[in-house]
């Protein structure tokens, strides 16, 4: 699940269509219909009275947690908020152990967060990598953004000098073991899909020293295109009045920044007659007693996507943490414009007035203004060229070609 997921699928499948052998390795299976797929599956520990023995013995004499490996890693936070996750770079998992790593020339990395074990991984791997960075994570302390707590965005991927709690205190002793673990590893190549994220990832200490690309996300141009409006809505059993589409994987989640999209709503609701359409998990019940709306639940079909993207006036992206959406890409793709806060890699993509429309802050009253603007009429824009640029950019064949060539720069490391 996932938008990292939907990138890492798409190239994939992109690598099988220009004839590479690819295999794709998930952790856990999915309902997703992939080719070339293998589903990791640990191998079970051996359980013995000598084993059990000698871990109670450890733990009485104060050598090891009483608690499981991850709950004795998680409990080293002491309830300290932690943002939209954190992730820590030792686990009991070992990725070179499958038959797919093994009988593969090169290892591409995209979202492992609770699966890679630096330590080991690292340790045993023989193969170049490509790491196709999705956030902030990989060359943090095990924050994947730093929304909502005490470390600053320019902290992440540097030590804090005299941390101030157990949150820095955990960062600080995460990203050591992450650089000792990767201190004698050359053949390594990063990429991220922003230069946003790149800039950081270029600066950051872990990932300074290796090639850092800029490859933004891919998608399949001949699926993400202008339909009909009017039939679209017609077979979506929408009205044909101005709609604005909303998407995200947890419609509350506070990263994708719903709630300040209805306070902006709530703004120009006598101005404006708006029908929403909204797509994603909607567990905290975010759409209750809201008028006007029309909720797809959790689309994972492209073309129904595609075709929803095509029902509405305007996508709004009001992110307040954000890489590179999928989502930002499907709708222009589609010829439908953007409306988004200037977070992260959002403003390289939409190019305010021509394929879309950023606003000054990231704001339910800046937000509300373009609302309000863009209903009245006052900003035109040509869906065919928007659909057009998008597909000269962001085609699936264009972003493959680009990863070839990084795969042939790494293998010829020495």
């Known amino acids: 699940m996932g938008g990292a997921a939907i990138a890492a699928i798409r190239l994939h499948r992109g690598l099988l269509k220009a004839g590479i052998d690819s295999a794709f390795l998930t952790m856990r299976n999915c309902n997703r219909n992939i080719p070339n797929k293998y589903i990791y599956e640990p191998r ?34 002491q309830g300290e908020p932690t943002g939209v996750g954190f992730s820590f770079p030792e686990t009991l998992e070992d990725i070179t ?9 090169l290892i591409h990395l995209h979202w492992v967060a609770g699966w890679l074990d630096y330590p080991s991984f690292f340790a045993k791997n023989t193969k170049p990598v490509v790491w196709t960075l999705h956030d902030l994570n990989p060359f943090s302390g095990g924050l994947h953004y730093a929304l909502g707590t005490s470390i600053t965005e320019t902290q992440m991927g540097h030590l804090i000098d005299n941390p101030q709690d157990r949150l820095q205190q955990a960062h600080n002793r ?22 946003w994220l790149q800039r950081q990832s270029a600066d950051s200490l872990l990932f300074s020293g290796y090639e850092n690309h800029h490859i933004p996300y891919g998608l399949d141009t001949g699926l993400f295109k202008p339909y009909i409006r009017a039939a679209v809505r017609e077979l979506l059993g929408l009205a044909d009045k101005k709609t604005l589409l909303f998407t995200a994987d947890s419609i509350d989640s506070p990263l994708k920044g719903f709630r300040l999209f209805l306070d902006a709503l709530l703004h120009v609701q006598h101005t404006c007659d708006y029908q929403l359409l909204v797509v994603g998990l909607d567990k905290g019940n975010a759409l209750a007693g809201l008028k006007n709306v029309h909720y797809m639940g959790y689309v994972q079909d492209e073309r129904l996507m595609a075709m929803i993207y095509n029902a509405a006036d305007a996508f709004v992206l009001p992110s307040l943490m954000d890489n590179f959406p999928n989502t930002m890409l499907e709708s222009i793709a ?18 305010h007035g021509e394929n879309g429309l950023i606003c000054e802050k990231a704001d339910a009253t800046n937000l509300a203004s373009l609302l309000e603007s863009f209903y009245r009429g006052q900003w035109q824009f040509d869906r065919e060229h928007i659909a057009e640029q998008a597909a000269q950019t962001y085609d699936d064949r264009t ?11 790494v293998m010829a490391t020495v």
């Not at 995460?174 to 230069?195: E, G, H, R, T």
């Open 399 to 409: 972003i493959t070609t680009a990863y070839r060539k990084v795969y042939h720069a």
């Open 44 to 77: 079970p520990q051996e359980i013995s009275l000598l084993k059990v023995l000698k871990r109670t013995l450890r733990v009485r004499l104060g050598m090891e947690s009483p608690h499981s490996f991850y709950d004795a890693q998680y409990l080293t936070l």
């Open 334 to 351: 589609c010829g439908t414009p953007v409306i988004a806060f200037p977070t992260g890699g959002i403003p390289e993509a939409i190019r």
């Open 174 to 195: 995460n990203l050591a073991v992450k650089q000792q673990s990767l201190q004698d590893f050359k053949k390594l190549a990063v990429v991220s899909p922003s230069v």
């Open 97 to 105: 152990s499958h038959t797919a790593y093994q009988t593969a020339d």
